[in-house]
T-cell receptor
Framework: DVKVTQSSRYLVKRTGEKVFLECVQD?????MFWYRQDPGLGLRLIYF???????EKGDIPEGYSVSREKKERFSLILESASTNQTSMYLC??????????????FGAGTRLSVL | AQKITQTQPGMFVQEKEAVTLDCTYD???????LFWYKQPSSGEMIFLIY??????QNATEGRYSLNFQKARKSANLVISASQLGDSAMYFC???????????????FGTGTLLAVQP
């Protein structure tokens, strides 16, 4: 069974704190993704990585950074958390795309509240 | 610009009936893929079904089928014989070969909340 594990289901942090969201996959996938999900907006891509130490900005990268030191692990970092970063964060992984089916597999999500 | 539109914010369906969730897309790329995901209240996104733009037949996976109308740019999800466990949020997503490329990036719609009534 494929597995994407996010380290926390719920997090509560204070404004200005540095926050780390961790994601681990056991499928040897090259691609990993971080999304943010807000009501009425669907899922929006924050950052993705297509190889170790390689990353690209998604649609809403402002206020976030990422780290991928090992193939199986992709971390999302909020350098200085703000209340508008209160949201559901979803991690996903997949094989490279192109024309193939290449499903993105998701973790269970982390609900982050910034107070 | 590429876009996915789900016009139904929420729907009710009676148990054992069929239901259609609408999805339209906009792309100028001839090569693309369409996905449907289910998100129960637990939060995890579960892959349901995939349709490639060059696939000749509509995709089916058990009780799920995808009504793919290429000329109309629609990819509606049909769930037959609804069950209480089908109550969830459903997302339509698209990958363009040009946009996503080897990185396999997806664009998601805003989702439809389905409630199955006993």
């Amino acid at each position: 069974d494929v597995k994407v594990t996010q380290s926390s289901r719920y997090l509560v942090k204070r404004t200005g704190e540095k926050v780390f969201l961790e994601c681990v996959q056991d499928m040897d996938h090259e691609n990993m993704f971080w999304y943010r999900q807000d009501p009425g907006l669907g899922l929006r891509l924050i950052y993705f990585s297509y190889d170790v130490k390689m990353k690209e900005k998604g649609d809403i990268p402002e206020g976030y950074s990422v780290s991928r030191e090992k193939k199986e692990r992709f971390s999302l970092i909020l350098e200085s958390a703000s209340t508008n970063q209160t949201s559901m964060y979803l991690c996903a992984s997949s094989s490279p795309g192109g024309l193939a089916k290449n499903i993105q597999y998701f973790g269970a999500g982390t609900r982050l509240s910034v107070l | 610009a590429q876009k996915i539109t789900q016009t139904q914010p929420g729907m009710f369906v009676q148990e054992k009936e069929a239901v259609t969730l609408d999805c339209t897309y906009d792309t100028s790329d001839p090569s693309y893929g369409l996905f449907w995901y289910k998100q129960p209240s637990s939060g995890e996104m579960i892959f349901l079904i995939y349709q490639g733009s060059y696939d000749q037949q509509n995709a089916t996976e058990g009780r799920y089928s995808l009504n793919f109308q290429k000329a109309r740019k629609s990819a509606n999800l049909v769930i037959s014989a609804s069950q209480l466990g089908d109550s969830a949020m459903y997302f339509c997503a698209m990958r363009e070969a040009g946009y996503g490329g080897a990185t396999n990036k997806l664009i998601f719609g805003t989702g439809t909340l389905l409630a199955v009534q006993p």
